[in-house]
């Protein structure tokens, strides 16, 4: 009997996650392209269809992005033209996120994208929610 070796790759769970959320998020690229947005605008685009009008720090707690992978997204959407950045009246060591006209318009055309890919996750219903369960279990533990 050979001894566990922690150091091949198949005794790491940190890699089929890897793995695996590469291949989910790529599955989303026939669908965002057309759009012309990546994986991680749409994310922010979900966060703020939700609710217009998040703080950066809030769009970084809800999508467990640093604010030196968030800023710079945000500057290309606001290039854009999908959201405004603006300080808050109330404290301006805050910012604001808005969707523009062109960013809330976008909703209807990613409207269908979660079924779309959903049929391409090779996965039963319930076996999908205990991934789900699973993956923010995992996500919560280090928060």
Partial sequence: MEAFDPLLLENQLCFPLYACAR???NLYAPYLRPLGITYTQYLVFLVLWERDGVSVRELGR????DSGTLTPLLKK???AGFVTR???AADERVVLVHLTDRGRALRAQAADIPAQ????????????GTLY???????EADA
């Avoid at 809800?62 to 992005?65: A, D, E, I, N, P």
């Avoid at 890919?117 to 999908?128: F, N």
């Avoid at 369960?133 to 996500?139: E, K, Q």
């Fill in 23 to 25: 291949r989910v998020v």
């Fill in 62 to 65: 809800r999508l467990y992005l």
């Fill in 133 to 139: 369960t699973l993956l923010y279990r995992l996500l």
């Fill in 117 to 128: 890919v959903g049929g391409c996750v090779p996965l039963a219903p319930e076996e999908a």
């Fill in 86 to 88: 603006t300080r808050s």
């Fill in 77 to 79: 959407m606001e290039d």
